[in-house]
């Protein structure tokens, strides 16, 4: 088929050759089928846009071009042809390497002469930019973390989820709120404040920015919300854009973003484009219906002989165009995609995308110009408030205090300057991190559990939003973080963006805090049940002694008197001597030199004693203080002192397990039933005696564990074993 538009012959040479460059010179994709829905011509732009040449689609039924999700809403507009009708509408078509094209369709039907159908012909134009700008606006909104809603008619139009999770309803439940409930959200006494604010911007004051407030959670809670407002307009009326940053933590810390010139001035006033063309000296020959209305001359006819300073531009605009004519005519070259400022009729000022063709007459001379353009004004305020926005969340991003990273699973793809402090690498150092650099950055205890959270937040499974983990700084020096997880869609990438924030000392607070209301109730157990234990002890003993006649009786009595304060003693200076274990430092110590220290000191107070010894493991080097000994002690003393067979067996192992070392305790004394193996530990209950608990504390002071099984498996009665595990120092387990 040719590939040109239809009924040539109603055309003279000049129209035909003028209607063939126009459509070349669209910007926008031109397309013409037959009353069978072939294509028998299609321009340039048409062709680059669903990536063919023009061969390949003129002949070829339009049918092909699309899916079958498409071919209802086209068949459907075709149909109107057939009756008469023009209509706009989106559809989505399929390109040659498989790409979908987001259009809208600006189609009309060819009337003969006789009024009969012969086909139709339709302007196509490209909104891929627009629906990019969109998902990227509404990206930067959803998975915003700070708050973001629009305020109109004093009710809530919009909200994003960090706004709907910051006052704990849902996003559906704020929209459907009047203004009294929206205002019920407020903290009472914080209403008069933006009551007043409020008023304030109605009369015209400066606001002052940022201010803040509270909110009242649905659960009662109270969040303080630092605002930052604006004016917008939002569907078409004035609306109050406000952004929310949870600032209740730094709060509490405190006190605590359109084939014959009928067809061509059709063709011309249908499409949204604006069109032109001029002679040799720049003087206007003709123009479509939206030309002329944005030009101020009302009609198209109005416009022949003017120039561009008879028109709504302003001078400056007006020399510009006149350059861009002249220079086309000069080098006899196309201008393509000028983007330039246009003062319009209404006195709106515009951004216009312009294309300026030279046109040649029979002889290929240029007797002047055709230019289209379309209005960018729309696109360039996205783009441009989209800049704006991007600008502010890194800005907020570089400056806050909390970690934030953004990462999938192969690859860092951004940390702020929390995080490079937080791990304590250089910029340089983490841009030349591979993703299982990056993953040994995370203690090795919580990588796998880490790694399984986010495939899991990328692939869209539902997690818990906070999780607790820690890092490894490049020091050595291990630093607990809380974080909060979100998924984001990053350079075309699903990845996953993490706010960290550090919370060892926090930690380290708690457990000081838990050791010591466990001290305390320790220390309580002590007098009311040890020490009372041993004082009635000592008073039942002193008043038998004194009814006592027989020296050999007195004699007794006052033996288990001594043994009863001597017990006394050693409560009290067991007590005493783990007072200062939080405040000593740890050093590398050898566990192996310990053991045998504390057995052979043992061994000299209680020789009855049969102690087995095996020692797998040599310069078994841990971080531990001085009270290593008092804690195999403890527990070694613990095997002998309830042991009441007169052949006392105790079996001491060392061997290495899990980065670490395990001390095995073993005894053939009575055992240990599983009832209480549990809860042996739990001050709570008391179990266990002061010697086992000052073991446990030691044991969560080195970051180990201590635990009790039989010594037989699965009979308690032969004997009790305690497994003591110490991790090795981290400069060893990395070596």
């Not at 340039?44 to 049918?63: C, H, K, N, P």
């Not at 960090?162 to 006494?189: C, K, N, Q, R």
């Not at 000028?338 to 294309?355: G, M, S, T």
């Not at 102690?611 to 080097?621: G, H, K, N, Q, T």
């Amino acid at each position: 088929m040719s590939n040109t538009p239809p009924n040539p012959d109603h055309q003279t040479h000049t129209e035909l050759l003028s209607t063939r460059m126009l459509l070349d010179a669209l910007n926008d994709a031109f397309g013409i089928i037959n009353s069978e829905g072939v294509f028998t011509y299609v321009n340039q732009r048409f062709a680059d846009l669903l990536q063919y040449s023009v061969d390949e689609m003129v002949g070829y039924s339009i049918t092909n071009f699309v899916d079958d999700e498409n071919l209802f809403v086209l068949q459907n507009n075709i149909r109107k042809r057939h009756e008469g009708l023009s209509s706009q509408y989106e559809l989505e078509w399929k390109a040659k390497n498989g790409k979908r094209v987001q259009t809208i369709v600006s189609g009309s039907p060819l009337i003969d002469e006789k009024g009969n159908h012969q086909g139709s012909f339709a302007v196509v134009t490209d909104i891929s930019w627009r629906i990019a700008i969109e998902k990227k606006y509404k990206l930067l909104s959803e998975h915003s973390l700070q708050g973001l809603a629009i305020i109109q008619n004093s009710k809530y139009v919009y909200a994003n989820p960090a706004f709907a999770f910051m006052v704990g309803y849902t996003v559906d439940e704020i929209i459907a709120m009047s203004s009294e409930e929206g205002w019920e959200l407020i903290h009472p006494d914080d209403r008069k404040y933006l009551f007043g604010l409020f008023s304030d911007r109605r009369s015209g004051k400066k606001i002052p920015m940022p201010y803040e407030y509270r909110f009242v959670r649905r659960d009662g809670a109270i969040r303080w919300v630092q605002e930052f407002s604006s004016e917008i307009e939002y569907q078409g009326s004035n609306a109050l854009q406000i952004l929310l940053i949870d600032v209740t933590e730094a709060k509490l810390a405190e006190a605590k973003l359109r084939a014959s010139q009928e067809m061509l001035q059709t063709v011309m006033n249908t499409i949204p484009q604006y069109v032109f063309w001029k002679d040799f000296d720049s003087v206007y020959l003709g123009c479509n219906e939206n030309f002329a209305l944005v030009a101020g001359v009302d009609s198209p006819d109005n416009i022949v002989g003017k120039t561009d300073f008879d028109l709504a531009w302003r001078d400056v605009e007006a020399e510009l165009f006149r350059a861009l004519d002249k220079e086309v005519i000069r080098t006899n070259q196309p201008q393509i995609n000028v983007v330039c400022p246009q003062r319009q009729a209404d006195d709106r000022n515009a951004w216009i995308e312009i294309n300026v063709v030279p046109l040649h007459d029979d002889d290929e001379k240029v007797i002047g110009v055709l230019g289209t353009y379309h209005d960018i004004t729309e696109k360039r305020i996205a783009e441009d408030n989209l800049t704006r926005s991007e600008e502010k969340y890194r800005s907020l991003a570089e400056q806050s205090v909390q970690g934030i990273t953004i990462l999938t699973t192969d690859e860092l793809l951004y940390y702020n300057p929390a995080f490079k402090e937080l791990v304590g690498y250089s910029d340089k150092e983490l841009s030349e991190m591979n993703a299982e650099d990056i993953w040994e950055l995370v203690h090795p205890d919580d990588r796998d559990e880490l790694r399984k959270r986010m495939e899991d937040k990328i692939a869209g499974r539902p997690i818990a939003p906070r999780y607790e983990y820690r890092f490894m700084r490049k020091n050595g020096d291990i630093r607990w973080v809380e974080s909060f997880t979100s998924r984001v869609e990053y350079g075309g990438t699903s990845a996953v963006q993490t706010v960290i924030m550090d919370i060892t000392d926090r930690r380290i607070g708690e457990r000081e805090l838990r050791i010591a209301k466990d001290r305390a109730l320790l220390y309580l157990d002590l007098m009311g049940h040890d020490l009372t234990q041993q004082l009635q002890v000592i008073l039942n003993s002193a008043a038998l002694m004194k009814s006592a006649v027989d020296e050999l009786n007195k004699e007794s009595f006052m033996k288990v008197i001594g043994d009863a304060v001597r017990r006394c003693a050693r409560i009290i200076e067991e007590a005493k001597a783990t007072e200062q274990l939080l405040a000593i430092p740890t050093r590398k110590r050898k566990l192996d030199e310990a053991i045998e220290l504390t057995i052979k000191a043992l061994s000299k107070s209680s020789e009855s004693i049969n102690f087995e010894i095996a020692l797998d493991s040599r310069d078994a080097v841990v971080e531990a203080d001085d009270f290593l000994e008092l804690l195999l002690s403890n527990i070694l003393m613990n095997a002998i002192e309830h042991n009441q067979k007169e052949e006392k067996k105790v079996w001491v192992e060392l061997k290495e397990a899990d980065e670490g070392y395990i001390v095995a305790i073993a005894d053939n004394g009575k055992g240990i039933p599983d009832s209480v193996k549990a809860t042996l530990f739990d001050t709570s209950r008391r179990y266990g005696g002061l010697g086992l608990h000052t073991a446990h504390y030691i044991v969560e002071k080195y970051n180990g564990r201590i635990e009790v099984h039989n010594r037989v498996k699965d009979d308690y009665t032969l004997g009790a074993e305690f497994r003591i595990w110490l991790p090795k120092p981290q400069n060893l387990v990395d070596n």
